[in-house]
């Protein structure tokens, strides 16, 4: 099982619907969870950081989280072809020899057609 | 506040060479991380360090590669005998202290494009 899991993509969405990005992760102990934007050849920019289980949410962007179900999710409102980027979901580990790792999803690529 | 600097943005290494690559962490960071991405495919760990010290190189080739985070200066990832493989995106990420880095943000370079001839 891969630490880190992402909904398998592509993802395509019109111009304005909701885009819903889905991430699991194996590790109970993992304590920090972070969703990432990365265009074509591009490094990876941080939208989204989360900590603890509910909802978080900046702007267009809702995280959120269940520490129970070990699922994190992101949800992009009113998309726009500008969302359109290939989106990694990232757990740090809180415990073990793997203390402090940040670990990173396949990634979801997501398409927002006008 | 720069953010992470990495250098170089494009390496061009002959079989055989050895690769550098450098990354400053933004300033008061002082946990780095190295990832590899190779095209179409995702971020691939390949070490964490501290100021002096490796956290976790579960992700690093048992030959050829070495990474260190000096007291003084960037972080550096060497890849000895560079072979075709090696060809790819490396990026580093930087987050500050605090709580052993949990709860902390991390933020990426550009990255150094290593291609290998």
């Known amino acids: 099982q891969k630490e880190v899991e992402q909904n398998s993509g592509p993802l395509s969405v019109p111009e304005g619907a909701i885009a819903s990005l889905n991430c699991t992760y194996s590790?109970?102990?993992?304590?920090?969870f972070f969703w990432y934007r990365q265009y074509s050849g591009k490094s990876p920019e941080l939208i989204m950081s989360?900590?603890?289980?509910g909802d978080k949410e900046d702007g267009r962007f809702t995280a959120q989280l269940n520490k129970a179900s070990q699922y994190v999710s992101l949800l992009i409102r009113d998309s726009q072809p500008s969302d359109s980027a290939t989106y990694l979901c990232?757990?740090?580990?809180?415990?073990?020899?793997?203390?402090?790792?940040?670990?990173f999803g396949q990634g979801t690529i997501l398409t927002v057609h006008p | 506040n720069a953010g992470v600097m990495q250098n170089p943005r494009h390496l061009v290494r002959r079989r055989g060479q050895e690769a550098r690559l450098r990354c400053s962490p933004m300033?008061?960071?002082?946990?780095v991380y190295w990832y590899r991405q190779l095209p179409e495919e995702g971020l691939k760990f390949m070490v964490y360090?501290?100021?002096?010290?490796?956290?976790?190189e579960s992700g690093m080739p048992k030959e050829r590669f070495s990474a260190e985070f000096p007291k003084e200066g960037p972080s550096i990832l060497r890849i000895q005998q560079v072979v075709r493989g090696d060809s790819a995106a490396y990026f580093c990420?930087?987050?500050?202290?605090?709580?052993?880095?949990?709860?902390?943000?991390?933020?990426f370079g550009q990255g150094t494009r290593l291609t290998v001839v």
């Open positions: 360090l501290q100021k002096e010290n490796i956290i976790d």
């Open positions: 300033k008061g960071h002082s946990h």
């Open positions: 990420a930087s987050s500050p202290p605090g709580s052993g880095g949990m709860n902390t943000e991390a933020f």
């Open positions: 590790d109970r102990v993992s304590q920090s």
């Open positions: 990232a757990v740090r580990n809180a415990g073990g020899t793997s203390y402090g790792k940040l670990t």
């Open positions: 989360i900590y603890s289980n």
